[in-house]
């Protein structure tokens, strides 16, 4: 199988480099710094238990050197989407299936938008990897799993095969037959700390020390809950309650971790509030959804929605 991994941040490095390591036919669409690293020095992959391997890996920033594969991992940020799916054009055939790994709910439609529905599949990650340093790439939590799934419910032949081929290259993956609600289910927890992290410079612990606050983390998932009803996602009734309590014992369980969105504020980069918090707001709208605790942090944040803006002093870490 023939894949190219479209975006080589933490999660993209660390599943291409699990699948370069197999030995797998895989090529990094890279760029910048890490693309160069890439080139020169390879990947270096460090998994847990501690382990660390160095490998030779092939890697470009023109999609058309590498012509059509089989699978595409689309993991850019959400902000990238668009401009990403236009861009990965030459690697899409007619059997060509697609991964988005972003961090939404929207990821599948608005990639199908630009290369047909018939190309994506439903994807998300449960756990977490870092990219330390250009092409130094470090599994940050004991499990990173893969969740992907047709959009529409089936187990079909092709998503079978997929799971088997990454299980069987030393992927921690499973096939589910409700993606959709999966997605939203990471989601809801998602749109309770995600954001907040940022917007109160705490790590994600913190947000459950006082009870006020953690008050409106709860909020912020009940508002999600409801706009995932309102879009006729059929979640578990006490979605909202098992994200809070497992977002408060991941919190417990590493006191000092602050959600990525945190580290893109405090380096002035762009934010992925639009896509969280924001689509909380966007789609409540639609579905006649009041969500005034999403809208306050995404208020609150949009201004840094693409990054630093101008004269603004970066916030203290």
């Not at 991964?99 to 018939?118: C, K, L, S």
């Not at 990525?260 to 380096?267: C, E, F, G, N, R």
Request: net charge neutral; with cysteine.
């Amino acid at each position: 199988m023939r894949t190219a991994i479209f975006g080589t941040g933490g999660l993209g490095a660390f599943f291409g480099g699990v699948l370069a390591r197999e030995g797998r036919d895989v090529t990094f669409i890279a760029r910048g710094s890490n693309l160069d690293a890439l080139c020169r020095q390879g990947l270096t992959l460090k998994t847990l238990p501690p382990a660390e391997v160095r490998l030779d890996v092939r890697a470009t920033d023109d999609p058309a050197q590498l012509g059509v594969v089989d699978l595409v991992w689309c993991c850019v940020k959400a902000y990238d989407l668009e401009a990403a799916a236009r861009q990965m054009a030459p690697l899409v055939g007619p059997q060509t299936l697609i991964v988005p790994i972003q961090n939404g709910v929207d990821a599948a439609e608005r990639i199908a938008a630009q290369v047909g529905a018939d190309h994506v599949l439903g994807g998300l990650c449960l756990g977490g990897a870092t990219l330390e340093a250009p092409g130094v790439v470090a599994q940050k939590t004991t499990r990173v799993r893969l969740l992907i799934g047709e959009l529409h419910g089936d187990i079909s032949p092709r998503i079978d095969a997929l799971g088997r081929e990454l299980s069987g290259s030393g992927i921690d993956a499973e096939v589910s037959p409700n993606i959709r609600v999966m997605l939203w289910e990471k989601f809801v927890g998602m749109c309770g700390t995600h954001s907040l992290t940022a917007l109160m410079r705490l790590p994600v612990s913190a947000l459950f020390a006082d009870p006020e606050t953690s008050a409106l983390v709860r909020g912020l998932m009940e508002e999600a809950e409801q706009v995932a009803r309102a879009t006729g996602v059929t979640l578990p009734e006490d979605t909202a309650r098992q994200a809070f309590e497992s977002y408060r014992k991941r919190g417990a369980a590493d006191p000092s971790a602050y959600a990525s969105i945190y580290h893109d504020l405090v380096a002035g980069r762009r934010l992925e509030v639009g896509h969280t918090n924001g689509a909380v707001v966007r789609l409540g709208r639609r579905g006649g959804i009041a969500t005034p605790l999403n809208f306050a942090v995404y208020a609150a944040l949009r201004p840094w929605e693409d990054g630093r803006p101008p004269g603004a002093p970066l916030p203290p870490p």
